[in-house]
């Protein structure tokens, strides 16, 4: 069975930084990504990678987010800086069988529990 566990989430003012991290066990996981959902919107995507490296990202935290990957603990980061308001949300790490980037949360096989961010203004 597939679990992933998000950690590192908290308050920050704006501007700040934060780590995600989302360790996965259970089997091999080729794409790890992140999604977030605020109060009252959609899941939308964050950032995905592939497990040979290859990245993709939403515009919106494009030069502000990094993700990054660990294959040999199956693990997933997302270093954000220069945090904004807007950043607030539930963040959940995402995993697919499947060795292909995608933003469509649909394509996605197993998630994480989510962690929270909030941004302070």
């Known amino acids: 069975q597939v679990q992933l566990v998000e950690s590192g989430g908290g308050l920050v003012q704006a501007g700040g930084s934060l780590r995600l991290s989302c360790a996965a066990s259970?089997?091999?996981?080729?794409?790890m990504g992140w999604f977030r959902q605020a109060p009252g919107k959609e899941r939308e995507f964050v950032s995905a990678?592939?497990?040979?490296?290859?990245?993709q990202y939403a515009d919106f935290v494009k030069g502000r987010f990094t993700i990054s990957r660990d294959n040999a603990k199956i693990t997933v980061y997302l270093q954000m800086n220069s945090l904004k308001p807007e950043d607030t949300a539930l963040y959940y790490c995402?995993?697919?069988?499947?060795?292909?980037?995608?933003?469509?949360?649909?394509?996605?096989?197993?998630w994480g529990q989510g962690t929270q961010v909030t941004v302070s203004s």
């Open positions: 259970g089997r091999t996981l080729y794409v």
């Open positions: 995402a995993a697919r069988t499947v060795n292909t980037l995608t933003i469509s949360a649909g394509r996605y096989d197993y």
């Open positions: 990678i592939s497990w040979n490296g290859s990245t």
